[in-house]
T-cell receptor, first 114, second 115 residues
């Protein structure tokens, strides 16, 4: 069975700290891995990763994928209270009728204290 | 429109009633997805459309759930004879096409409460 596991489930840090969120997966015929930030209802897109070892960066956020070890990390440096959210990892698997099926992890709830 | 639009944003309904949730995807997006998120849970895939056809309905929880899409645009998710366990946020998403390399954008969701 395809699955995506995120850790930790929750994390509390202080402003300025650096955090690393983890996502490991077991899927048949991996296509891509995506990171989303969910603050209220709608997850907003952060990164899509398809190739191993290539870091994607956007401001203080960065992410990298390891297709050999089947995991990805999301790093946030110099955290701010506005980074408080649930961070979702999703994997898209190839093939058959599941072309549109993103398999989501349960998310990591990040709380950044002032 | 500029983003994925869903309505209603909130719906309270009595157990046993039918509800319809609507999704208007980003203009030009041929792929449309429905997900469900129960309180404190991860996102569950329900169904996706490529154009007006639904290649994958594997996530629909029961035959009380159905979805349709017309004109490669608006989609409706219908839940018949609602049960309390149907209470959740129903999220719609769209992308230019289904497949790797196409970013999926989410709407704000429809929060359904069955009482």
């Amino acid at each position: 069975e395809d699955k995506v596991v995120q850790s930790p489930l929750s994390l509390v840090v202080h402003e300025g700290d650096t955090v690393t969120l983890n996502c490991s997966y077991e899927v048949t015929n991996f296509r891509s891995l995506l990171w989303y930030k969910q603050e209220k209802k709608a997850p907003t897109f952060l990164f899509m990763l398809t190739s191993s070892g290539i870091e994607k960066k956007s401001g203080r956020l960065s992410s990298i994928l390891d297709k050999k070890e089947l995991f990805s990390i999301l790093n946030i440096t110099a955290t701010q209270t506005g980074d408080s959210a649930v961070y979702l990892c999703a994997v898209e698997a190839r093939g058959g009728g599941s072309q549109g099926n993103l398999i989501f992890g349960k998310g990591t709830k990040l709380s950044v204290k002032p | 429109g500029a983003g994925v639009s869903q309505s209603p944003s909130n719906k309270v309904t009595e157990k046993g009633k039918d509800v319809e949730l609507r999704c208007d995807p980003i203009s030009g997006h041929t792929a449309l997805y429905w997900y469900r998120q129960r309180l404190g849970q991860g996102l569950e895939f329900l169904i996706y459309f490529q154009g007006n056809s639904a290649p994958d309905k594997s996530g629909l929880p029961s035959d009380r759930f159905s979805a349709e899409r017309t004109g490669e645009s608006v989609s409706t998710l219908t839940i018949q004879r609602t049960q309390q366990e149907d209470s959740a946020v129903y999220l719609c998403a769209s992308s230019l096409s289904a497949g790797v390399g196409y970013t999926i954008y989410f709407g704000e969701g429809s929060w359904l409460t069955v009482v």
